[in-house]
């Protein structure tokens, strides 16, 4: 039997469509290293596992080959993209920028409402103790940031890009609680004060700290 059709079955969660409950799974298989780089995606075995037809599979695949997991191959089938630490520092360095430029855009554009939106998220952020906590409070924080910053484009971006972790980031990897809240403290004292280089500094020093515990993760369990 092979290394998709052992996974455990992934049915689509509440709210969630076939393909994007397709698209986390084959997610999740890769970042476990249950696909390997290079390897062809077992389309079938996939639909089999996630309970679909092949309809769902293939409009994963054009998700996934957009976030850069898969590569597609006219009349070969798609393959798995390499997720070695360069890619990972390159992911979480995309991530660093783009909320950067959300702060800075923030610190541009904000209003009162704004402003006491964030203060909130913060403050979320610096209570959270658990991982469902973090990863809510993390979540609220930055997606607050751009709404401030009021940019349909960065909206656009935000919805086309999936998290590398699949899952819970803080469950997942151990040390990226602390991480995340003196990044997000950080980040937040420097839209604060006005200082759009420092937020954006903040920002990618802050996923750039998550990617290096994402590695070692990973590390530890091969």
């Not at 209003?111 to 203060?119: C, E, F």
Request: charged share 25%; hydrophobic share 45%; proline share 5%.
């Amino acid at each position: 039997m092979s290394t998709a059709a052992k996974a455990a079955r992934a049915a689509p969660r509440d709210g969630e469509t076939s393909a994007e409950a397709v698209a986390r799974y084959v997610r999740k298989l890769i970042f476990d290293g249950r696909l390997e780089a290079g390897q062809r995606l077992p389309q079938d075995e996939i639909a089999s596992a996630v309970g679909v037809s092949r309809i769902p599979v293939r409009e994963a695949i054009i998700s996934l080959e957009r976030e850069g997991w898969l590569r597609v191959e006219n009349h070969r089938g798609a393959f798995v993209h390499p997720l070695d630490e360069q890619a990972i520092i390159d992911r979480f360095a995309l991530s660093g920028r783009f909320y950067g430029f959300a702060a800075r855009r923030s610190i541009e554009r904000m209003g009162p409402d704004d402003v006491a939106a964030l203060a909130t998220s913060a403050d979320d952020v610096a209570k959270a103790t658990s991982a469902a906590a973090m990863d809510r409070a993390n979540t609220g924080y930055l997606a607050t940031l751009v709404v401030a910053a009021d940019s349909n484009r960065l909206r656009a971006v935000l919805r086309s890009t999936a998290p590398i972790v699949p899952g819970n980031l803080f469950a997942a990897v151990p040390g990226c609680i602390p991480v995340a809240r003196s990044g997000i403290e950080r980040v937040h004292a420097a839209v604060c004060a006005g200082s759009a280089p420092a937020a954006e500094d903040a920002s990618v020093e802050m996923q750039a700290e998550q990617a290096t515990l994402v590695i070692a993760m990973r590390a530890a369990t091969r």
